[in-house]
């Protein structure tokens, strides 16, 4: 499986972004999609996840509300819409994908086997 995440960028407080994950995989809806991201100095952290048929979500505190995760399973795509975002926001973002996670363990790095090489969102004025 590869994935390819973009849509990163520079951002000013308040505004938006929409990063996107194209998975390469025959049977794309088997998986388990999760955003994570990492700040520079930091470890990395959950953001989002999204159950294979997209019925279920999980979000960390700090974005729920503001994030929202979707997939497109006839594109092969995962997307992060973020919203009103602020300077804590800014990280490289990693889509993961994980075949057998059980939902209790989404936020867990560790349960994730494949990841993309990261996007990275700045928010700055």
């Known amino acids: 499986v590869q994935l390819q995440a973009s849509g990163g960028g520079l951002v000013q407080p308040g505004g938006s972004l929409r990063l996107s994950c194209a998975a390469s995989?025959?049977?794309?809806?088997?998986?388990?999609m999760g955003w994570f991201r990492q700040a520079p100095g930091k470890e990395r952290e959950f953001v989002a996840a999204?159950?294979?048929?997209?019925?279920?979500?999980k979000y960390a505190d700090s974005v729920k509300g503001r994030f929202t995760i979707s997939r497109d399973n006839a594109k092969n795509t995962v997307y992060l819409q973020m919203n009103r975002l602020n300077p804590e926001d800014t990280a490289v973002y990693h889509c993961?994908?994980?075949?057998?996670?059980?939902?209790?363990?989404?936020?867990?790095?560790?349960?994730?086997?494949?990841w993309g090489q990261g996007t990275l969102v700045t928010v700055s004025s």
């Open positions: 993961a994908a994980s075949r057998g996670a059980i939902w209790s363990s989404v936020g867990l790095t560790n349960a994730y086997g494949y």
């Open positions: 995989v025959r049977t794309y809806n088997n998986y388990v």
């Open positions: 999204l159950s294979r048929n997209g019925g279920s979500t």
